[in-house]
Structures are given as structure tokens and as C-alpha cells.
């Protein structure tokens, strides 16, 4: 059976084509410090971790019933991550100013950065092929990638936060495919998570180019495409 043309890529952001410019313990540790909670930022970061790979996305089958948004899903996150490392803050009242502050500093210019020719790679997708972003990330990506110069090239954003579902369920793959009126087998989605990119992408009929920790480099991605 002959393969369908590509169409569409779709991209994760965190891990895939955005990186933070320090560990996240060190960022947490620094906001804390604010606060008057004094962490060491390696056992936080170490603590993060740990719960987030026991934390299921938050619009996974998996649902928390307190949680109507992602904002409160990273705050039962965070407070998690606090109690793993034994770090405790006075009360409700001191968490929740905490967690406003360093909620608003991952949205910040300086706190994420690119990866490695993301623009170039991007630029050059984009003007062969329809281009979106396919992330469980929140709505605070449009001001990340805007402030980093690379949200224009995109036809549109598929946000967990927005379309109430998470990667890898395959029905957020296949509402990609719906909105933009093409077949799966049409679609590339590139992304770093081995579950929520690779075997999600699968599933849902994608293919998928693998980049991170012991896979493709991003700009690879051009190799792939023959856009070298």
C-alpha cells in the first residue's frame, strides 16, 4: 500500500524545542527562598522527580476531582514536591503565595530557552509543511515561544489545557487530525516523551521522529525530511 504524502508536523515544545535555562530545583529553591523557606535546591530537584513520574498528566484518564485546571494541578504538584523533600511551609496562606510567584517565573523571558537550531529547523519545516504544536504544556507556552521568536511558523496550538485532554490519549492526536482535515498517516509529530510522544503518536496513526536523550538530535529533523 503506498504511503500517504506528509502533510503536517507537529511538535511537543518542553524537551523538543524548548529547554529551561536551569534545573527545576534550582528555580523552585531561589522562589522558596523569597518566601523565607530556605531548600536545597538538589533535594528538590530530586523530589521533583520522583513526582512527576508518579503524577499522571493533568487531563489524563486518570482525573484528580479537585483540580478544574492545570494551574491547580501543578499547584497539588508543587505542594508534593515540597513534602517529598520535608520542606514545609508555615501554612495554606504562605504555600499559595509561594506557588503565585513561581507559577508567574516559569512564564517569564530567561526561563526557558531554546534548543539547539529550533528556529532554524522550524523555519525550514514550516515552509514545506504545515506546522502546530502538540503539547501537554499550558497556555503560558504562547508567551514562552513568543517571547523566544518562534510561535509565528505555527498554524495553531493543540494545548492539553485547552482541549481538556492530555498525550498520549490518542483522541487528542485524533483531534489534530479532525481540525486540520488531514489523515494521521499524514501527520509527523516530533517529540522527546516515550509514552506520551512516541507511543502516543503510534496509536493514534501518527508517524513520529524521536529526538532527546539518546535519540535524534532536532536538527536531524531536516535529514529526515530531506530538508538538508
Known amino acids: 500500500m503506498k504511503e500517504l504524502p506528509l502533510e503536517v508536523v507537529s511538535f511537543d515544545a518542553a524537551g523538543t524545542l524548548i529547554r ?110 504545515r506546522c502546530v504544536i502538540l503539547s501537554n504544556f499550558d497556555g503560558r507556552l504562547r508567551r514562552i515561544l513568543g517571547d523566544l521568536g518562534l510561535l509565528a511558523p505555527f498554524e495553531t496550538l493543540f494545548l492539553s489545557c485547552e482541549e481538556r485532554l492530555s498525550k498520549p490519549d490518542p483522541r487528542l492526536f485524533r483531534r489534530v487530525s479532525e481540525t486540520l482535515g488531514v489523515a494521521p498517516a499524514s501527520i509527523l509529530h516530533v517529540g522527546d516523551d516515550p509514552v506520551c510522544d512516541w507511543a502516543g503518536a503510534e496509536a493514534a496513526g501518527f508517524r513520529h521522529f524521536r529526538v532527546g536523550h539518546g535519540q535524534a538530535a532536532l536538527f536531524e529533523l531536516l535529514e529526515e525530511l530531506s530538508l538538508a
Do not use: C, M, Q
Not at 77 to 89: D, K, P
Not at 112 to 126: C, F, I, M, N, Q
Open 20 to 129: 529551561l535555562a536551569e534545573p527545576v530545583g534550582s528555580t523552585y529553591a531561589k522562589v522558596a527562598r523569597d518566601h523565607g523557606l530556605i531548600v536545597d535546591p538538589g533535594t528538590l530537584g530530586r523530589a521533583f522527580g520522583k513526582v512527576w513520574k508518579r503524577t499522571p498528566p493533568a487531563f489524563s484518564a486518570v482525573v484528580h476531582v479537585d483540580e478544574p485546571d492545570e494551574r491547580a494541578w501543578w499547584s497539588r504538584l508543587v505542594g508534593e514536591v515540597f513534602v517529598e523533600a520535608n520542606a514545609i511551609f508555615a501554612d495554606d496562606r504562605a504555600f499559595g503565595d509561594f506557588f503565585d510567584d513561581l507559577y508567574r517565573r516559569f512564564e517569564e523571558p530567561g526561563t526557558w530557552l531554546l534548543e539547539d537550531r529550533a528556529t532554524e529547523v522550524v523555519s525550514r519545516v514550516a515552509n514545506r509543511y
